[in-house]
């Protein structure tokens, strides 16, 4: 079965400047996602960024980026230029795609950001 | 592009009752899941449903269920309620591979 562990219950960085957010994972396929999203107090998760294990290449999207490494079954989020609204908790999840449709998204615990003025 | 919508937003229900959530995909997405989230147990998934038939299931029990419509909507329905089924409620819709989730449901059992 599938695991996921984010090891840093919370986390705290200054506004505009980075920070990173650990997660490991287990599982013994090839071809699955990977995906962080953050969940702020209004409670509306929103996907920040996704990762397929087969590219090699670390997913960005603007302030946000990963660091994919597969070997290591490891997956993390740089933030960069901090900004107050990033400030929500933080879900690391793993799903075995079907069919290329859905799925099942197995949750880390979360990491809880503060951005701090 | 609308997003995924749930209704109701907020229940509140006695020990014994039980209650139905509906959830509204994305238009074109065919592939709907459940999870609930508490403080305790975190994130757990409850079930997918693509094209009306329930492909995946988590380790709920049978008071659990749902079902998916024609037109991709879905309900969940939990019957005799516990106090313990008090959660947030979040629906999500995919196309391919992504989901996107709904803002839940929060269902209080008193």
């Known amino acids: 079965a599938q695991t996921v562990t984010q090891s840093q219950p919370e986390m705290s960085v200054q506004e505009a400047e980075t920070v990173t957010l650990s997660c490991t994972y287990d599982t013994s396929e090839n071809n699955y996602y990977l995906f962080w999203y953050k969940q702020p107090p209004s409670r509306q998760m929103i996907l920040v960024i996704r990762q397929e294990a087969y590219k090699q290449q670390n997913a960005t999207e603007n302030r946000f980026s990963v660091n994919f490494q597969k070997a290591a079954k490891s997956f993390s989020l740089k933030i960069s230029d901090s900004q107050l609204g990033d400030t929500a908790m933080y879900f690391c999840?793993?799903?075995?795609?079907?069919?290329?449709?859905?799925?099942?998204?197995?949750f880390g615990q979360g990491t809880e950001l503060s951005v701090k003025p | 592009k609308a997003g995924v919508t749930q209704t109701p937003r907020y229940l509140i229900k006695t020990r014994g009752q039980q209650v139905t959530l509906s959830c509204s995909p994305i238009s074109g997405h065919r592939s709907v899941s459940w999870y609930q989230q508490t403080p305790g147990q975190g994130l757990q998934f409850l079930f997918e449903y693509f094209s009306e038939t329930q492909r995946n299931k988590g380790n709920f029990p049978g008071r659990f269920s749902g079902r998916q419509f024609s037109n991709s909507r879905s309900e969940m329905n939990v019957s005799t309620l516990e106090l313990g089924d008090s959660a947030l409620y979040l629906c999500?819709?995919?196309?391919?591979?992504?989901?996107?989730f709904g803002p839940g449901t929060r269902l209080t059992v008193l």
């Open positions: 999840a793993f799903m075995k795609p079907i069919y290329n449709q859905g799925g099942k998204l197995i």
């Open positions: 999500a819709s995919s196309l391919v591979g992504t989901q996107y």
